[in-house]
């Protein structure tokens, strides 16, 4: 069974920055679009940003300037690395590929941004 594991959260400061990270468990061969979602307490899940297997990526309007995700292809891994973190930006962190078994999500990490 394919899993995806997301590595990178943590507690910042606002204004801080933190790399998160999406690899699978096993060759999941290929992989259309990946994205990054996120859900905050009381919240529905929200889409953050997603990069089709061209590289092409796409942002949701309130992380677009401070966000910016890469995929490496060759390992079929996801990072997002955001910057001038804000208090708003505190959820948990989903990760989703889209891959030849339908799509496969991670089961989250933690962003806190708290001073």
């Known amino acids: 069974q394919v899993q995806l594991v997301e590595s990178g959260g943590g507690l910042v400061q606002p204004g801080g920055s933190l790399r998160l990270s999406c690899a699978a468990s096993t060759t999941i061969g290929r992989v259309a679009a990946m994205d990054w979602y996120r859900q905050a307490p009381g919240r529905q899940r929200e889409w953050v940003a997603s990069?089709?297997?061209?590289?092409?990526?796409l942002y949701a309007n309130s992380v677009k300037g401070r966000f910016t995700l890469s995929r490496d292809n060759a390992n079929n891994t996801l990072t997002l690395q955001m910057n001038n973190l804000k208090a708003e930006d505190t959820a948990l962190y989903y990760c989703?590929?889209?891959?030849?078994?339908?799509?496969?999500w991670g089961q989250g990490t933690q962003v806190t941004v708290s001073s």
């Open positions: 990069v089709t297997d061209r590289g092409t990526t």
């Open positions: 989703k590929f889209g891959t030849v078994y339908g799509d496969v």
